[in-house]
Structure formats: C-alpha cells, structure tokens
C-alpha cells in the first residue's frame, strides 16, 4: 500500500535517495561549515542540523548516539559536540544557520544558496535610552487648550510692542 509514502518523496528523488543525500549534506555542512547547494535542498537540511546542534548542547550519550544516526560520520558529531562543549551556540536556543541566496544558476536557473553556521552571538536586547515612548498622541485642539494659560501672559506684551510702533489696536481691529 502506499500509506504517507508521500512525505518521503521530495527533492525529486525516491525516498532512500533523499534519506541518503541529506545526510550527505548534514554531514558536510558540519563538517565544513558552509557549503554552497540549492535553496530547497538548504530549506530541507536545515531542520536536521538544528536538531544535531541542539543533542550536541545536550551532550549525553544518548544525544550523541542520535546524531550519529542523523548523520553518519563519528568525527563530526564528535567535532560538533566539542563545539558546543565550549559553548559556541549556548546564548542561542535556535536559528543555528544562515541562507545567503547567491541567483538563479546558469543552465537551469535553479536558485543557488550558501548555507552556513552561525556563530556569532546573539544580539543583546538592551532597552533603548534615548527614544521615549508616547502613551498617546493628543490632537492640536487640546494641545492648544493646554497652552493657551501660558498664551495669556504673552498677549499684554504684544499690545504694548505694536502700541509702541505707532499703529493703535483699533485701527488693526477695523480692517
């Protein structure tokens, strides 16, 4: 019967190739960490790397028989689980690699990518200083309202400067 023999046929090849050629590629990119391949073939190995790295943070026996089983080469698990020993992803609970899309390849324009390991750490979230948050902005109406006690001490000045420049106020009022 063909019960959920769908879900092993991607990457347009039969099931036992695409197990086979994953791990091919989870193996390399641990081992070289970076390797230039096709964007869905990044997509698909992306979620098994992030698995090894996480059991590789674990470091128990039983975390490092499972991503020997994943990916299939003792030494690179081996080299990844002594990166995580020394603490390379542990500010990091996911996101343990990067897509960078180089363009379309030139025979049959297949969307080529370089998939790398992040090491850097995470970004700090300190709280911005220097930018304050409103509550709410008022309208100008109210804005003016507000305003219009600290207006009224201003207005007797004016009337005194223009009184003084020759013009009376009832000639400006007339007009």
């Not at 959920?4 to 081992?31: F, I």
């Not at 500010?91 to 324009?109: C, E, F, N, Q, V």
């Amino acid at each position: 019967m063909r019960h959920n023999k769908k879900k092993g046929m991607k990457l347009g090849t039969d099931a036992s190739h695409t197990r086979a050629m994953k791990k091919n590629l989870v193996a390399s990119l641990l081992a070289n960490d970076r390797i230039k391949t096709l964007d869905v073939r990044a997509k698909a190995i992306r979620p098994d790397v992030d698995k090894v790295i996480t059991w590789a943070k674990k470091g128990d026996i039983h975390s490092r028989r499972l991503a020997i089983a994943k990916v299939g080469d003792k030494e690179v698990v081996r080299e990844v689980f002594d990166k995580a020993a020394q603490g390379m992803w542990a500010d990091r609970s996911g996101g343990y690699t990067r897509i960078m899309k180089l363009g379309p390849r030139k025979g049959d324009a297949a969307e080529v990518v370089i998939i790398e390991l992040v090491t850097e750490p995470v970004a700090s979230k300190a709280p911005k200083t220097s930018v304050k948050k409103v509550a709410r902005v008022e309208k100008v109406e109210k804005a003016e309202k507000a305003a219009e006690p600290a207006g009224d001490a201003n207005e007797p000045a004016e009337a005194t400067t223009s009184a003084e420049s020759g013009e009376s106020a009832e000639a400006t009022t007339e007009e």
